[in-house]
């Protein structure tokens, strides 16, 4: 079976799995770690369906395509449709909170760059995002101060906090609708913090949020 949107019970969500809406640029500090200009209004780009994994699965590096790196970024499960919304009716629409990976192939990315093409087949190919089950809205007392942190082989790669997001999240979700309807089951990455790099075969990641640690492994 493929994946589904799970709560961290293990208990499944009545929600069809759906695209994947992400947000470029949204810490200074990786925007300074890439030498990239600070946007006017945030970056959006898609995943499709096909891009979630489960944490429980691992993760599969494609041969002869480059680098691959690591992204860890707070996860927003939609339980509700938003068309032209605002962020009190975003915040409504929340169904659950996790943490995922925007797997990317650097190499392939900054040629697309270089020749001014979108950036699709760096970011959105099968298994690019790898998803932890989800924690319920409650369970995230102060959304935007919320850790969250990414260990490789137990060394500290990625360390953010949601208060440093240049747009927070009820706002980008707003934001989002404004350009593509929500639906439920959709899945809103909110940008990644400093210190994103290269994955190898064999690494093993742990991703924590809010005092939970996922762990999963690159083959």
């Given at each position: 079976?493929?994946?589904q949107?799970?709560?961290?019970?293990?208990?499944?969500?009545?929600?069809?799995?759906?695209?994947v809406?992400?947000?470029?640029?949204?810490?200074?500090d990786?925007?300074?770690?890439?030498?990239?200009?600070?946007?006017?209004?945030?970056?959006l780009?898609?995943?499709?369906?096909?891009?979630?994994?489960?944490?429980d699965?691992?993760?599969?590096?494609?041969?002869?395509?480059?680098?691959?790196?690591?992204?860890?970024?707070?996860?927003?499960?939609?339980?509700?449709?938003?068309?032209?919304?605002?962020?009190?009716?975003?915040?409504?629409?929340?169904?659950?909170?996790?943490?995922?990976?925007?797997?990317t192939?650097?190499d392939?990315?900054?040629?697309?760059?270089?020749?001014?093409?979108?950036?699709?087949?760096?970011?959105?190919?099968?298994?690019?995002?790898?998803?932890?089950?989800?924690?319920?809205?409650?369970?995230?007392?102060?959304?935007?101060?919320?850790?969250?942190?990414?260990?490789?082989?137990?060394e500290?790669?990625?360390?953010?906090?949601?208060?440093q997001?240049m747009?927070?999240?009820f706002?980008?979700?707003?934001?989002?609708?404004?350009?593509?309807?929500?639906?439920?089951?959709?899945?809103?990455?909110?940008?990644?913090?400093a210190g994103?790099g290269?994955?190898?075969?064999?690494?093993?990641?742990t991703?924590?949020?809010?005092g939970?640690?996922?762990i999963?492994?690159?083959?």
């Amino acid at each position: 079976m493929g994946y589904q949107h799970r709560y961290l019970d293990g208990s499944l969500l009545d929600l069809p799995v759906g695209k994947v809406v992400c947000i470029g640029r949204n810490y200074p500090d990786h925007i300074r770690e890439l030498n990239s200009a600070v946007p006017e209004t945030p970056i959006l780009f898609m995943k499709p369906d096909t891009a979630l994994l489960g944490l429980d699965e691992s993760i599969r590096l494609l041969k002869g395509r480059g680098e691959c790196h690591h992204e860890v970024e707070l996860a927003v499960l939609v339980g509700q449709p938003l068309r032209n919304a605002d962020a009190a009716m975003a915040h409504q629409a929340v169904a659950g909170y996790g943490i995922a990976l925007d797997l990317t192939l650097r190499d392939v990315q900054n040629e697309l760059k270089k020749r001014g093409y979108p950036w699709e087949i760096a970011k959105a190919f099968d298994g690019s995002c790898p998803l932890s089950p989800f924690l319920k809205p409650e369970a995230l007392l102060d959304l935007q101060a919320t850790d969250l942190t990414l260990r490789v082989n137990g060394e500290i790669r990625q360390r953010g906090n949601t208060r440093q997001m240049m747009v927070g999240v009820f706002e980008l979700m707003a934001r989002i609708s404004t350009h593509f309807t929500l639906r439920p089951g959709d899945v809103v990455l909110t940008g990644t913090p400093a210190g994103v790099g290269l994955l190898r075969s064999g690494d093993a990641l742990t991703l924590s949020l809010a005092g939970h640690d996922f762990i999963v492994r690159v083959v």
